[in-house]
C-alpha cells in the first residue's frame, strides 16, 4: 500500500462523515502491519463537546478489533492546506502508534504533508512513562 492509495482511502472515508454542524467532513485511514486499512470519519454531536475526529475513529475502531502494529496514518479534509489533526487525536495517535510512524496529511487540492507522530506531539506522556 503506497502513500497514494492511503490518501484515497481516507478520501473514500471522508464521504461517510456526519456533520451537520460543521459541515467540515474529513477521512482518515489507518493501514496496520498485516495490511489492513482501517477507515475513519468524523461524526459530529449536538453537544459539541461529544464531536469525534476522523482519526480517532479509526483508531479506535482498529484497536478494538484487536489491531495493536500500525504503520501509518492518512487525514483527508477540504482545507486550504493540508489537515492539521486537533490536540485530543495527537494524543490519541500518541499513546497508540509508534513515535516514528508517518502521519500523512493531505487535503482536496492534492497538498500532501508527511509528518511523524513525535513531530505532531513532541514529549508526549505515554504508558511507559507512568511507572518506573
Ligand atoms: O484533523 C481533524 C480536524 C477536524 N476534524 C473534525 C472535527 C469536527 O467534526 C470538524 C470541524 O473541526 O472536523 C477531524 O475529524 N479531524
Ligand atoms: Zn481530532
Redesign the pocket.
Known sequence: MNIESLIAEAKQARELAYVPYSKFKVGAALLTESGAVYRGCNIENAAYSLCN????TALFKAYSEGEREFVALAVIADAPRPVP??????QVIAELCPSGMNVILANLKGDVKIVTVSELLPEAFAAEDMHE
Not at 53 to 56: F, H, L, S, V, Y
Not at 85 to 90: I, L, N, Q, T
Request: glycine share 10%; proline share 10%; hydrophobic share 20%.
Open positions: 475526529c476522523a482519526e480517532r489533526p486537533c490536540g485530543a487525536c495527537r
